[in-house]
């Protein structure tokens, strides 16, 4: 059974820092992408970024580009985004993804608050 578990969400000042960790199992954690999406109020759920395998960050979208860096512990089954320069905007539920053929398992998700 396949479990992603989100923590370190929070309430952070602009311009601070956050790491998320989302610790998986019930797969080969190892050999698949990690991705990481995020729904504000009101709004889709977008794609941030993602890690393959080989633990380099793919950013998706321009909005994080250069902020958000993603690491992985494959020993651990975990996957660490590290969130700098923070701004408000940033504000949302993100969800840990991983994508097993064709279905889509997500976590439940850890709230971030970006707001002085």
């Known amino acids: 059974q396949v479990q992603l578990v989100e923590s370190g969400g929070g309430l952070v000042q602009p311009g601070g820092s956050l790491r998320l960790s989302c610790v998986a199992s019930?797969?080969?954690?190892?050999?698949?992408?990690m991705r990481w999406f995020r729904q504000a109020p009101g709004k889709e759920r977008e794609l941030v970024a993602a890690?393959?395998?080989?633990?380099?960050?793919?950013n998706d979208g321009d909005s994080v580009k250069g902020r958000f860096i993603i690491s992985r512990d494959n020993a651990k089954t975990t996957v660490y985004p590290h969130m700098n320069n923070l701004k408000p905007e940033d504000t949302a539920v993100y969800y840990c993804n991983v994508k097993i053929r064709a279905d889509d398992y997500w976590g439940q998700g850890t709230q971030v608050t970006v707001s002085s």
């Open positions: 890690v393959p395998s080989s633990g380099i960050t793919i």
């Open positions: 019930g797969f080969s954690f190892s050999t698949y992408f």
